[in-house]
């Protein structure tokens, strides 16, 4: 006989590495990462039974589930920051109150009189459909990198619906449980002002109380990490013992208040979440699909299919249409709002909770709501997570690439580079502290932004969909340092970079900061910002060579001064390489050198080809 802990340690390591190796090859790949999860879960689930998550899990499953989602909601409220309600507020506002509504009515007639479903089933089925989680949302921002307006309205939606989809069907549910006492309406009223109640007690009240204790340092910093993870399991449970998941709105609450607090740890602490969340989302959707039973879906028919196309290609477009009417926003932001809508974890949830208790009931159309729900849920992951991208860019919401370079520190070298890269068609933006240093980069036509790169401000104003790489140029190295470790984790530390330091450049490498707490070091080891300006009054220039069959980058070596910077690379495809000593650039035939070079003597003869 199977030892059961191996059994269900064997479950837990499938489907950790399973998910995990889904997100990796989305990102090798440039592929929507709940894709590959939804194929994994399905191959290693109903295709191979490797995974059955019903039988290895049992009475488990549906309690696990609800916590994980807690967890990801959490992380989720973190990132939302009351900042963006400047561009997304009234749209969220009306998303959450009109699109809730309009859904909800259309997708409830549309389930009765199409899908021929019984009031009582069409009504859940039409709350259920409200819910447009982060499970699949944040990937997908992820993926696409849209322009900050429409990714914060699809984001704000997604975390704040998903509790009052779940909520809402709730209290269908209990509405339909109590129909036959004169109690029903009352019920359902005082359930809904218990989740609010207990949604803002533990959630606002309980954020904000642990928000003050980690200001006043009465929790060690390597014990915030875990305090808060137990603090949401702890809201979770508590709020869910006040009303039927009502935990889901109190952790989203809990997360929002705690991300607002600008506490000094908040970016450790919303970075481990990240990365939890990741790791669950990935682990969630794998299970979800592997528990799925093929036979369920062909209890669907005609009906069934068109419902679900009336809620992909009808409803959703018109709930938005409605929910923006008289907000001045953008008709493509519109068509993409009212096209993106992908349905998670929670609805799988929701749904396989309350069906089988409908059907015990003897509703009509009850054994029909699982199907519907899981095939929706399919659906829109597909067609979604795949057109996203494209669409995105074809409506101009989204940059066609990430090669663009943020510089920080406006000097008169770094302005001659970023009007190289502008004449390059590599997206560029200077970023300093002093509007005086930025002046002739806004003569030249380039992206400024005036303002301290690290404050809230520039996190509100600045728009990096485009931007790939960050490139710190000021005289302080260890500002310099401090500035690729903050944008690390947003562009990858291969991605950030800086100036040589002092200390390296005068053979003291082991004086200078830390090689895990700074970026990679830009050029040669001796250009620091004093000798690039000492180069600049020397006339030095930036030059652009591309390198062919007959000029290759050996005669370049050749024909170029000794003392040349080789800067960076652009391929033919569009990619930008950096050159540094831990990644010294290899060009090829085809790519554009950009390097920093002393004047020519009058007489030389260069055989390479100018850009």
């Not at 949302?137 to 849209?146: C, D, E, T």
């Not at 082991?510 to 250009?527: E, Q, V, W």
Request: net charge neutral; aromatic share 8%.
């Amino acid at each position: 006989m199977t030892d059961p802990v191996i059994h269900f340690s064997g479950f837990f390591i499938l489907v950790t590495v399973l998910g995990i190796s889904a997100q990796w090859l989305a990102w090798r790949f440039k592929l929507p990462a709940i894709l590959l999860l939804a194929l994994s879960g399905l191959a290693a689930g109903p295709g191979l039974g490797l995974i059955q998550p019903s039988e290895q899990l049992g009475a488990m499953l549906n309690p696990l589930i609800g916590l994980l989602v807690s967890i990801i909601l959490f992380e989720g409220g973190m990132n939302l920051r009351f900042h963006e309600l400047k561009e997304a507020g009234r749209g969220v506002k009306r998303l959450g109150t009109v699109g809730v509504a309009v859904t909800w009515f259309l997708g409830s007639i549309s389930a009765h009189y199409i899908g021929a479903l019984s009031w009582p089933v069409a009504l859940l089925f039409g709350a259920i459909i409200v819910v447009t989680g982060p499970t699949v949302i944040m990937p997908l921002l992820r993926q696409a990198k849209l322009k900050q307006r429409p990714a914060s309205l699809l984001k704000w939606e997604g975390i704040i619906n998903d509790p009052i989809g779940a909520l809402l069907a709730v209290l269908v549910f209990e509405y339909f449980l109590y129909s036959g006492s004169d109690a029903a309406a009352i019920q359902v009223l005082s359930g809904l002002a218990a989740a609010i109640a207990a949604s803002v007690v533990l959630g606002v009240g309980g954020g904000y109380l642990l928000g003050k204790a980690f200001s006043r340092d009465d929790v060690p910093e390597f014990l915030k990490a875990p305090v808060t993870l137990a603090f949401v399991l702890l809201c979770y449970g508590l709020a869910n013992m006040a009303q039927h998941e009502a935990g889901l709105l109190a952790t989203t609450l809990l997360g929002m208040t705690l991300g607002n607090m600008r506490l000094r740890s908040i970016e450790e602490l919303r970075r481990l979440k990240e990365y939890v969340s990741i790791l669950l989302v990935s682990g969630i959707f794998v299970i979800l699909t592997a528990n799925l039973d093929p036979q369920i879906l062909t209890r669907l028919d005609w009906r069934s299919a068109l419902l679900l196309a009336l809620v992909v290609f009808a409803i959703r477009p018109v709930s938005v249409y409605l929910s923006t009417i008289g907000l001045g926003m953008d008709w493509r932001e519109r068509v993409l709002l009212g096209w993106i809508a992908p349905r998670g974890v929670v609805a799988v949830t929701v749904a396989g909770v309350f069906a089988a208790s409908m059907a015990e009931q003897g509703y009509k159309g009850a054994d029909l709501l699982l199907p519907l729900i899981v095939s929706l849920v399919l659906v829109t992951v597909v067609l979604h997570g795949s057109t996203i991208g494209w669409l995105s860019r074809k409506l101009g919401l989204a940059a066609a690439s990430q090669n663009g370079i943020l510089i920080v520190g406006a000097s008169y070298w770094s302005t001659d580079l970023s009007i190289q890269l502008k004449q390059m068609n590599i997206p560029v933006i200077i970023a300093d502290s002093s509007w005086y240093n930025m002046s002739r980069a806004r003569l030249s036509g380039i992206r400024t932004h005036y303002g301290e790169i690290l404050s809230e401000h520039a996190e509100m104003e600045l728009e990096l969909n485009d931007i790939g790489f960050l490139f710190a140029t000021t005289a302080n190295d260890a500002y310099n340092a401090f500035v690729c470790s903050r944008f690390a984790a947003e562009f990858g530390r291969n991605k950030v970079l800086q100036l040589p330091m002092h200390q390296a450049a005068e053979g003291q490498e082991k004086k200078s900061i830390n090689i895990a707490n700074r970026g990679l070091i830009a050029m040669k080891p001796k250009a620091t910002k004093e000798e690039l300006d000492l180069r600049h009054y020397r006339n030095w220039q930036f030059k652009k060579t591309r390198l062919t069959k007959a000029y290759t980058y050996e005669n370049y070596l050749q024909t170029e001064s000794e003392d040349a910077l080789p800067l960076l690379l652009l391929r033919q495809d569009g990619t930008v390489m950096f050159h540094s000593e831990q990644f010294p650039i290899k060009p090829v035939e085809g790519d554009i050198l950009l390097s920093y070079i002393p004047p020519a003597p009058d007489k030389q003869e260069n055989q390479q080809t100018e850009v």
